[in-house]
């Protein structure tokens, strides 16, 4: 019996595939590498000492999709792959309409084919909007500002009506944060095509001379110290949160969301202070204005997660800081 990890050679589902491997799963990956490089599935098996079964494949593609569930004994599904630019989304709705509703589409109704009816989802604090005061708890008002962020409330949606219609199903959505840093071998992290747009990514192009300064966006904003306030997480306790919801949809029935996130809010500012310490590194940067569609505010009310799935976030800012600066000098820009 296999956990079906879709995405897996991505940033969160790279992490996440170590966990599962080391928690003793065993683990079939599938990406189209849209997002992603294929030398990040060998380094999964260099850290944990074990074997993944990769597919090359696009969840687009139905029939192969049906050649992986015919191929291994699938019990669950972890499903990352999406795309995942809000701006990109802005400019190109169709694109990502068809690329993560279409594609869960077709995952979900393959997964019915086999009658595989598990699945952990990778939701987002987008679903929150604009509206409500953090800390966002699960239970407030939904909404969303851009087409990528109205692709995870409709397949949110759609996992809720067919865990309504069809009583096996079980399905975890998962409400991610900011996720960041790497893994501590420093061999998988975040490693994204194109110019990205996360503060992270941008903040390592500053500190290493791939961009002249980072932009900091807005210091006019009700908060401490003018900048955005964001709930940053490390990539690897995000990972072994879906070890929890894991073992909780092998036990319950239906469709349930929780937050993945710390509880604690850090400013731009604080975080290139942070990295600036980790690493040793100064950080060019200038102020510029606000991005639009961007809150003041946004963390997490994590009590659900800690009550529902026994987990809570370990590390802290530093450590996020420390892991991604190991990965950038050992890794990412070698
Ligand atoms: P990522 O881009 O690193 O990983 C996604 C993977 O999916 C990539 O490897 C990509 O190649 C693959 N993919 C995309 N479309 C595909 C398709 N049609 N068929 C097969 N593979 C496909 O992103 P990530 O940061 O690891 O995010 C994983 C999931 O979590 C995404 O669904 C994302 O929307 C969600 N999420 C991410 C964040 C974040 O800040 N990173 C926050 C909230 C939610
Ligand atoms: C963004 C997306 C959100 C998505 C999330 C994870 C927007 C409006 N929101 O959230 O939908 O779920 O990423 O992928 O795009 N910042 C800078 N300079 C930069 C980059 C970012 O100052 O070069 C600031 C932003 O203004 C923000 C904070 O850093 O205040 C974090 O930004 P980012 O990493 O993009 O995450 P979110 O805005 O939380």
Redesign the pocket.
């Known amino acids: 019996m296999a956990v079906l990890v879709s995405g897996g050679a991505g940033f969160i589902g790279s992490h996440t595939c170590v966990e599962l491997l080391n928690s003793g799963e065993e683990v079939v990956v599938f990406d189209n590498l849209s997002n992603s490089k294929r030398s990040v599935i060998d380094r999964i098996e260099e850290i944990t000492g074990k074997k993944v079964k990769f597919y090359q494949a696009d969840m687009l593609d139905k029939e192969a999709l049906r050649n992986i569930f015919k191929e291994n004994d699938i019990e669950s599904v972890i499903h990352f792959a999406g795309l995942?630019a809000?701006g990109e989304s802005v400019c190109y709705p169709m694109k990502y309409f068809e690329n993560n509703i279409y594609g869960t589409i077709n995952l979900c109704q393959v997964m019915e084919e086999f009658g595989c009816k598990r699945m952990v989802f990778s939701s987002?604090?987008?679903v929150y909007g604009m509206r409500n005061q953090s800390p966002l708890s699960e239970e407030m008002p939904l909404s969303v500002t851009n087409p990528?962020?109205r692709t995870k409330l409709v397949i949110e949606d759609m996992m809720r009506d067919l865990c309504f219609a069809d009583k096996e199903w079980s399905v975890m959505l998962l409400r991610y944060f900011?996720p960041i840093g790497a893994h501590k071998s420093g061999l998988i992290g975040e490693d994204p095509n194109g110019i990205p747009?996360?503060?992270l990514p941008?903040v390592v192009n500053a500190a290493i001379g791939k961009t002249d300064k980072?932009?900091?966006?807005?210091n006019d904003y009700d908060t401490p110290d003018g900048s955005?306030v964001?709930d940053y997480i490390h990539v690897v306790d995000l990972a072994v949160g879906h070890i929890s919801a894991l073992k909780k949809i092998r036990e319950m029935k239906g469709a349930d969301a929780i937050n993945l996130g710390t509880g604690c809010g850090y400013s731009?500012y604080e975080i290139i202070n942070a990295f600036e310490k980790e690493s040793g590194v100064k950080v060019p940067y200038e102020t510029v204005g606000r991005?639009s569609?961007?809150v003041a505010e946004?963390y997490s009310d994590p009590s659900k997660a800690a009550r529902e799935l026994g987990w809570k976030a370990q590390f802290g800012i530093s450590e996020m800081c420390r892991d991604l600066w190991n990965y950038v000098t050992k890794t990412l820009n070698k």
């Open positions: 995942k809000v987002s604090a987008t990528y962020g900011n747009n996360n503060l941008n980072l932009k900091v966006f807005g955005c964001r731009v991005r569609g961007d946004c």
